[in-house]
């Protein structure tokens, strides 16, 4: 390091730690990238810059990584921690002896390792951005520029406060020695790499460049498919070509986004203050994936879950602080109403019809503008749900996007395409007793400003919300599994729809949804609410609700269910005090301590929550429900009654478990029950544990309202084989309604028709209907009866009372 340059680092440090406010990414890069900090760490960096290394000195140090501007001490010799890939350019010049300082510096280090085999110096590319602003799509410039004196000046003091600090995972120099040698030629390989890999790092920063809308409606109505279709048009309606290209014009300005960096920016500051206004915090989980699919180059697809108007500011709120581009969102054209509509518009929001039915011109043009930013390199975010879930849990996808990304696939794009589930979840959903009253028949009210403002009004403190990114789904590879003949089928004009495209949509609409449920976030709420549902009264005593949350945690923590669930890593007893704090819950006392319960209204509006994890619950409660109705029963049994209900635990759900996988899993909850007392295993048989029978009878309640329905719509198909398929779901769902009136049973989704014609599905997929809807009698009734053997006698003889009233027959059924 020469005096110069520590110099001119002295001089500089003061204002920079006055100008500049950097964020890291990712923010906790240690546990992130599992970094070793006991071994030699070197930072390379795209251009010298005494501005980037005490910009970068600043972060690192607060993180617990080494000070980039403290000498590096091996085997007694100093070397400079840092090291610059490229040249930068000079208000004289160019600093053209970097390039060669750098190798020479790269290939000293690797010779070290030649001669000392314990040693490991990791090098960790650190890229510092001074704003993301992307590109015009008329510029033609390189992603990741370098600035001379006066400019990096400029950026500083404009940007300074939009600093933002990219820390990649790091290359292992003992790797690279062992690997490739230490050769001059390996240091130039390592320094072309770590170049492409800043300009990567750029990209998913910033995005790609912008086109102006103009420009972009002018190259969508000059595409083939969409002046085909104008023609078809004007010939079929015999009207002009030119009338026909003005209502396609007016088409895309309905339909397209006009993105805008600066309320990007803006709506950043509001929604960190909204976010601190209304919940205690954010929890984000797996973005380091994501992360690494954008610096890869993949076209990233986002696919939520949908609870809230909230999730569409959430997740593009995430996105940028965990330093990616936020993408652009098909919403409803019901959003698009002033103001909201142009600022989400400039936001990112592209608006979307609710049908396309018969208008060829708006799905040609939509397909095509869906093509086009796939092109472009911008990343997507739909909604596969059509809607916002009403009950809490997730809902069948919608497949008309998912078809229209993988037809934008069929025109030939030159970079993978990715699928991003996420799970969105939140201790409160501002809509949550509008969703109730919509339930219950109430109108759904048209958005609007005026009910913007009243929401606002309302907002208050939250609780916390959750972002868990899932499993990605790399279509490329999905195609090549189950269409391997698709690379055939590409169509530039993307109007093709070949014979595998439905089928293979389904099944990966399916997937989709199973992904998202896999990344569930369990929190204080949600469990809270699923023990004091599962309650008679609705109420529990305080021991007992902290007792009964102890019992979800061990399960969730000791049998995972998927990679990417979220537990909290608080106490039951904490989670109880923070779920109690939410004010959603009825606390009283008296000697003997606190009750805690649901009034009737919370009770209904609790059950959102409980469905957004029910999924996490359902096989333990199945067995748990098997062992309180038998008391005892063998391994075997328990996992053949599990097996038989499955299949439509797994359709209504989205359960990521496998039928293959389900014993081993069974065996595997019942080791951690007998571990927590509540059961007891002797070789094959498994039996209650008559002295702690409330953890495992709540347990099991969980899902019986779900056995109730299977039970309803079984028993009705066992005793009157005739009836129709229209006619069944209409007699189960009549059904439900009595036995939830009769039992106090207030969970929305209960008598769903919905979740009754979802049931359909499985039953034709599992052989007890066949394809003309004729009726396995046998198969059917004998998962009757053991559906019956689950349920509590009082709510079976309503059951039975209500289909000998509906068949007016008895026949064929026990008590």
């Known amino acids: 390091m020469s005096s110069g340059h520590a110099f001119s680092r002295s001089l500089l440090k003061l204002p920079v730690s006055l100008l500049v406010k950097g964020t890291t990414i990712p923010s906790n890069p240690i546990d992130d990238h599992q970094i070793d900090v006991t071994k030699p760490i070197v ?42 890939t490229s040249s930068r350019p000079t208000v004289m010049g160019n600093d053209h002896d970097v390039p060669q300082e750098s190798i020479s510096q790269f290939s000293e280090l690797l010779e070290l390792h030649k001669f000392n085999s314990d040693l490991d110096i990791q090098m960790m590319p650190a890229t510092v951005l001074w704003g993301r602003k992307p590109g015009k799509e008329s510029e033609q410039k390189p992603y990741l520029k370098p600035l001379n004196g006066p400019q990096k000046a400029k950026a500083v003091l404009f940007s300074g406060r939009d600093c933002l600090v990219r820390l990649s995972s790091l290359v292992s120099l003992r790797y690279m020695a062992d690997a490739h040698g230490t050769d001059q030629a390996i240091a130039h390989k390592l320094a072309r790499v770590a170049r492409i890999h800043f300009s990567r790092q750029k990209l998913a920063a910033s995005g790609p460049n912008l086109p102006s809308r103009q420009a972009l409606f002018n190259r969508l109505i000059k595409s083939k498919a969409i002046e085909k279709v104008i023609a078809d048009e004007a010939r079929a309606r015999k009207v002009e070509v030119s009338k026909v290209t003005k209502e396609a014009h007016d088409i895309m300005d309905e339909i397209a986004a006009d993105f805008s960096y600066s309320l990007v920016k803006k709506g950043d500051r509001l929604l960190g203050w909204l976010w601190n206004r209304i919940y205690h915090g954010l929890h984000i989980h797996n973005a380091t994936a994501v992360r690494k699919l954008a610096q890869d180059g993949h076209e990233i697809v986002y696919v939520p879950c949908h609870r809230s108007h909230m999730d ?42 609710r049908s396309f039915k018969g208008n060829k011109l708006y799905s ?3 397909r095509e503008y869906l093509a086009e930013l796939f092109a472009k390199g911008y990343s997507v975010e739909y909604f596969s749900e059509g809607g916002r879930s009403r009950t809490g849990r997730l809902l069948s996808a919608k ?34 007793s509008t969703y109730a009253k919509e339930l219950r028949g109430k109108r759904k009210e048209k958005e609007n400003a005026g009910l913007v403002l009243r929401t606002i009004r309302k907002l208050r403190n939250f609780g916390l919300g959750y972002v868990n990114f899932g499993e990605p789904i790399p279509l490329n590879h999905y195609l090549n599994e189950h269409a391997p003949e698709w690379t055939q089928d590409i169509d530039p004009m993307g109007a093709s729809k070949p014979q595998w495209l439905t089928p293979v949509v389904n099944s990966l609409a399916n997937k989709m949804m199973t992904h998202i449920n896999d990344a569930a976030a369990a929190n204080a709420l949600t469990l809270c609410a699923t023990a004091l549902l599962a309650s008679r009264q609705r109420a529990l005593s305080r021991d007992s609700l902290i007792k009964q949350i102890e019992s979800y945690l061990s399960l969730l923590r000791n049998v995972r269910y998927s990679n990417t669930y979220t537990v909290p890593n608080k106490t039951a007893e904490e989670l109880v005090d923070h779920a109690i704090s939410l004010d959603k819950f009825v606390v009283e006392s008296d000697i003997m301590g606190d009750i805690i319960s649901l009034d009737r209204n919370q009770s209904i509006l609790m059950t959102y929550y409980r469905n957004n994890i029910i999924h996490l619950f359902a096989i333990p409660s ?32 989205f359960l990521g478990l496998e039928q293959e996988n389900l014993d081993e899993m069974v065996s595997a909850y019942l080791a951690e029950l007998d571990e927590q007392g509540i059961i007891s295993i002797e070789g094959e048989q498994v039996a209650i544990n008559q002295s702690n029978t409330q953890v495992l009878m709540l347990l099991g309640r969980t899902i019986s309202e779900t056995l109730q329905r299977y039970a309803i719509t079984l028993n009705l198909l066992a005793s009157s084989p005739e009836v129709g398929k229209a006619d069944l779901e209409k007699m189960s769902q009549e059904i439900a309604q009595r036995l939830g009136r009769l039992h106090g049973i207030n969970a929305p989704e209960f008598f769903d028709k919905g979740v009754f014609s979802a049931m359909f599905t499985t039953l034709k997929q599992q052989g007890y209907l066949d394809s003309d809807g004729n009726v396995n009698q046998d198969k059917s009734a004998l998962l009757a009866q053991q559906l019956y053997g689950l349920l509590y006698p009082e709510v079976r003889l309503t059951i039975q009372e209500s289909i000998c009233r509906a068949g007016e027959t008895c026949d064929g059924l026990e008590s």
Not at 627 to 653: C, H, M, N, W, Y
């Open 399 to 432: 497949t008309g996007m998912l078809a229209m990304t993988i037809q934008a696939m069929l025109r030939g794009l030159n970079r993978p395409v990715t699928l991003v589930p996420v799970y969105i979840g939140y201790e409160h959903v501002m809509e949550v």
């Open 312 to 353: 569409y500011l959430l997740l593009s709120y995430v996105l940028y602080h965990e330093g990616m581009v936020p993408p652009h969102i098909a919403a409803g054209i019901n959003l698009n109403f002033f103001p909201a509509g142009p600022i989400f518009r400039r936001g990112g929001a592209f608006f979307i019809r």
């Open 43 to 84: 930072y390379a960096m795209p251009f010298r810059s005494n501005v980037d290394l005490l910009a970068l000195q600043q972060q690192v140090v607060k993180l617990g990584l080494p000070d980039p501007l403290s000498p590096l001490e091996i085997d007694g010799k100093q070397y400079p921690r840092y090291v610059f």
């Open 622 to 653: 199945l067995i748990a429900q098997i062992l309180i109705r038998q008391q005892s029963a063998t391994l075997g049994d328990i996992q053949a009654t599990v097996a038989r209900i499955f299949p439509f635990l797994k359709q209504e759900l």
């Open 364 to 366: 040609t043009i939509f």
